[in-house]
């Protein structure tokens, strides 16, 4: 056993209400910048969709993630080392900008300049790649609200793969949204796919970064992610994806597409993992398991065993104490309600969510109101939403532990309806879910009412531990074009495993350092890209 | 030896590779985040493929060929059995398939970046540059292979030129050997080594970062953000 620390996150998509707020705010921190216009490191899709970029989560057409050999040994999905490099000089499986969209922008000074007529002046979209005017065919979040559902819906993948029919007559139709982030895997294929080594799993909190001095811009991570979360900038060709904020994580506060969703869905913490164990629970045959292979990879902090090896580890007891408060662990391992965005790519994504319930209950409403409470649970299958269809997106396919999800969270409702509203304390209802009554009312505690303390359980970094960050500062994907970042130097490359590797920062002098500097020492440093003019259209300001 | 010929022939050469060395070096230092290939592919994906494919297989295999023609004697050639003759179909055929690769992947590319909008707004003067530089040696490349080698008489470039490289690498050069080569030979030398002064300060250096180190690595790379109890730990699980 090795104890490991990560920051993760889940997603109550029963309380999305598809406002955008959380897209809205990323972008404006993170990808409001020439290159990075098709970029939304947090987007929100209405399922059932085509998603963004279109149909990402079809890896027969993509290629992204892990697969089994024959010899069930784990592969990435799109070839091993050896195929990268012979396609390095075209990527087969990078999805282009009209498989995201053709970012575009007004000619606002039409509105400004306009002289006083009698009709109103309009706006003509112009595309933000060549400044020419296009028209809009396509769009971040063209779907949004089943828009052009009978058209586009049909190509989700996740429908493709259903058995049964899906009607999308007004009176059939289904949806909910599907707020989706870098998933900071486990088993991050986009790592596995860096040429360059560029990208890395950080062993303190499990965040996955681009290191903007190493990337070379070869394009593997971008359709390794089989998420599609690392976006190639065009501008300075290298590589970017969602930080988890972690300038924000290392003090405390939780990202900022968690800070302001309004719905507030969104929770923080920190989960325990066996760094040993997790190549073998992405190799789980049966793509069924691999649920149940992740969550057996997590640890308990509460087991004495866990805090003995989690301290030699290294993990600080602060960690450890937010291991034992957070709500990630909490709503994935105690009460087994989230679950992981399509486990069946085997990168054990870190990003989980408490199926949707609200359709739910309307149907279960109807037909079982007031009858007995085993009743509820025939009903699931009738639902608005197909629980097969929510197995293809959070289970692989398996549909009973959909069912199990879904009753425990009718269940909860029902078990606090009857306290709240009867005043009565149903035990079977609570035993009818393999629950106690007071795991019933903390879950509901969790889902319902939790607050921000309660929802964001983050341990600050360590500062005190932090002798060396000036010789990574800039490394650390934050010094991107216009960032805030500067150099860094990166380190000798050790072995540990065959899977893994644990690669150091540098000390200052390594010989084998290929010459990267500490710019403290060196003065300031340049960049041709940025000296340099180019034939692009000027930026107008955002959208005012 | 004429002015002309040592500014030619040893002046140009050891200049263009002092800014080749120390512009590499200038660059690898101060520009990391600059040190990308720059790639378009998200722009422009189709005419890409057969393009970039064509371009750089070819240029490879150009690469290998120009190392064999000039760092290779004739002498060692000819210890292993390889006639003159022998060896002229191998040059000619293989640099010819080469140059009709690297001819027609630049076609493709500069047709692209000069039609697609959306790349030609990428495009920088040093792009240009590059383009320029690359297209006007390739071209005098392959006529020298095709037109002057396979098709022409040929001409014995190992007894002449490549006697004349290797002279510079051991810092004891011999302009005079370049004296009677052909026009079109002496005026791609030259072309190239104002390529290999610009290739610094271009998106060409992607070309030193090929990842062979990708080979054999583990796939999941961590790091560490601070060292553990203060002390500096490498590889160390425990």
Redesign the interface.
């Known amino acids: 056993m090795?104890v490991k620390a990560q920051i993760g996150m889940v997603m109550n998509l029963d309380k999305c209400i598809g406002c955008h707020t959380c897209s809205v705010t990323c972008k404006q921190v993170w990808t409001n910048r020439p290159g990075t216009e098709h970029v939304w490191f947090n987007n929100v899709e209405t399922k059932p969709g085509m998603g963004y970029p279109k149909r990402y989560e079809d890896q027969e057409q993509w290629k992204g993630g892990w697969t089994l050999d024959k010899k069930g040994k784990l592969q990435?999905k799109a070839g091993g080392?050896?195929k990268?490099?012979v396609n390095?000089?075209?990527?087969?499986n990078?999805?282009?900008?009209d498989d995201y969209y053709d970012p575009w922008t007004y000619d606002y000074a039409t509105l400004t300049n306009a002289p006083l007529t009698d009709r109103d002046p309009v706006v003509v979209p112009e595309s933000q790649?060549?400044?020419?005017k296009q028209p809009v065919t396509w769009g971040p979040n063209w779907e949004d609200d089943l828009a052009g559902a009978p058209e586009y819906a049909r190509r989700d993948p996740n429908l493709e793969a259903m058995e049964q029919q899906v009607a999308f007559e007004f009176e059939q139709a289904f949806m909910f949204y599907l707020p989706r982030i870098c998933e900071h895997c486990l088993?991050?294929s986009c790592?596995?796919s860096c040429?360059?080594?560029a990208?890395?799993?950080?062993?303190?909190d499990g965040i996955v970064l681009v290191d903007?001095?190493?990337?070379?811009?070869?394009?593997f991570c971008?359709s390794g992610c089989p998420y599609k979360k690392v976006y190639?900038n065009?501008?300075?060709?290298?590589a970017e994806k969602c930080t988890l904020c972690y300038p924000r994580i290392e003090n405390g506060l939780p990202t900022v597409c968690s800070e302001t969703c309004v719905g507030r869905l969104r929770y923080l913490g920190v989960v325990l993992y066996d760094a040993d164990r997790?190549e073998e629970a992405a190799s789980t045959p049966d793509e069924k398991d691999l649920v149940e292979a992740q969550r057996s990879i997590f640890l308990d902090p509460d087991d004495p065993d866990v805090r003995a090896q989690a301290s030699?580890?290294?993990i600080p007891d602060d960690w450890m104490d937010a291991a034992r408060r957070s709500p990630v662990y909490a709503l994935a391992m105690r009460y087994h309600v989230a679950l992981p965005l399509h486990p069946e790519f085997r990168t054990l994504p870190m990003v989980w969510y408490v199926p949707p319930l609200s359709p739910v209950m309307d149907a279960v409403e109807s037909m079982t109101y007031d009858t007995d409470p085993d009743d509820i649970f025939p009903a699931i299958d009738s639902l608005r939403i197909p629980v097969q269809y929510l197995a293809n997106l959070l289970t692989a396919g398996d549909t009973e532990t959909i069912r199990f999800v879904l009753k425990r969270l009718a269940a909860m409702r029902r078990y606090m309806r009857e306290k709240e509203v009867g005043g009565e304390v149903n035990r079977a209802e609570a035993a009818s879910v393999g629950m106690e009554t007071d795991e019933l009312e903390s879950l509901y505690r969790l889902l319902a009412i939790a607050k921000y303390e309660d929802r964001y359980v983050i341990p600050k970094?360590?500062t005190e531990?932090?002798?060396?960050?000036m010789i990574?500062q800039g490394a650390c994907g934050l010094?991107f074009?216009g960032g805030p970042g500067n150099?860094g130097i990166v380190?000798p490359?050790?072995?540990?495993?065959?899977?893994?590797?644990?690669?150091?920062?540098a000390?200052d002098g390594f010989p084998d350092n290929?010459?990267?500097?500490d710019p403290a020492e060196?003065g300031e440093?340049?960049?041709?890209?940025?000296m340099?003019?180019?034939?692009?259209?000027s930026q107008p300001e955002a959208a005012g | 030896m004429t002015v002309t010929e040592a500014l030619l022939w040893v002046a140009l050469p050891y200049v263009a590779t002092v800014i080749f060395i120390g512009g590499h070096i200038w660059r690898y230092r101060r520009d990391q985040f600059g040190w990308t290939c720059r790639s378009t592919q998200i722009l422009e994906n189709r005419l890409l493929a057969p393009g970039s494919i064509l371009f750089h297989y070819g240029t490879l295999a150009a690469i290998g060929g120009h190392a064999l023609g000039i760092l290779v004697p004739a002498s060692l050639t000819a210890f292993f059995g390889i006639t003159e003759a022998y060896y002229h179909i191998i040059s000619a055929g293989a640099g010819t398939v080469a140059s009709i690769a690297v001819l027609a992947g630049l076609i493709i590319l500069i047709y692209r970046r000069a039609t697609v909008r959306r790349v030609w707004v990428t495009t920088t003067w040093l792009d240009i540059a590059a383009y320029t530089a690359l297209t006007v040696v390739i071209l005098l490349g392959v006529w020298d292979t095709v037109v002057t080698n396979t098709f022409g008489g040929g001409y014995d470039y190992r007894s002449t030129v490549a006697e004349w490289f290797r002279s510079l690498l051991i810092f004891q050069p011999k302009p005079s050997l370049m004296t009677n080569v052909p026009f079109m030979y002496r005026i791609h030398v030259t072309l190239a080594w104002l390529l290999y002064a610009v290739w610094p300060f271009t998106r060409l250096v992607h070309a030193w970062s090929a990842p062979f180190q990708y080979l054999g690595r583990p796939y999941i790379l961590y790091r560490r953000r601070f060292a553990p109890s203060g002390r500096f730990q490498i590889g160390a699980r425990r």
């Open positions: 090795h990435l080392q050896i990268k490099l390095i000089f075209w990527n087969p990078l999805p282009t900008i790649l060549t400044g020419k088993n991050p790592v596995a040429p360059s080594g990208m890395y799993k950080r062993e303190e903007q001095q190493k990337c070379r811009g070869w394009r971008v190639f065009h501008n300075t060709g290298k997790v030699r580890d290294g970094a360590h531990l932090g002798d060396r960050m990574q010094d074009d150099c380190a490359q050790r072995p540990f495993d065959s899977h893994f590797m644990l690669v150091e920062w000390e290929a010459g990267l500097t060196e440093t340049i960049s041709l890209l940025d340099l003019p180019r034939h692009r259209p």
